[in-house]
């Protein structure tokens, strides 16, 4: 479970962000993710509720935003939204795909407090 290691460092990265705006606490956090990052969903939400405590993210709301899988084929140059793991182009079945989203973890916005709320 690397979410575990994933959350110690968005906390950093929070504490980092907040401490450069002079703020006391972190409302919320909001992540994308992509459906093969490999970052489990409910995983995170229970890792991030628990090391949380005790942190400027205290009180922070954690909002994932879930990325689908998108292609984009190199023989007929179309862009597809892959439902499942076929990375196959519905258009023309080739396999010369290129993956232009669905692997990305990322921090999308990092809301903060300032010192009187």
Do not use: W
């Not at 980092?16 to 459906?35: D, E, F, H, P």
């Not at 991030?48 to 205290?58: G, R």
């Not at 499942?84 to 182009?89: D, H, I, M, R």
């Not at 993956?99 to 973890?105: A, S």
């Amino acid at each position: 479970m690397h979410e575990y290691s994933i959350v110690a460092s968005l906390i950093d990265v929070c504490k980092k962000q907040a401490l450069k705006a002079n703020a006391s606490s972190v409302k919320s956090v909001t992540l994308r993710i992509g459906r093969l990052s490999g970052i489990e969903p409910h995983f995170m939400q229970s890792c991030f509720d628990t090391f949380k405590e005790d942190t400027i993210c205290h009180d922070a709301i954690l909002h994932m935003n879930i990325v689908a899988v998108k292609i984009f084929c190199l023989t007929c140059k179309k862009e597809h939204e892959v439902k499942e793991n076929n990375f196959f182009c519905p258009s023309c079945k080739s396999g010369e795909t290129k993956m232009l989203q669905g692997q990305e973890m990322l921090v999308e916005s990092i809301e903060i407090l300032g010192n009187n709320g």
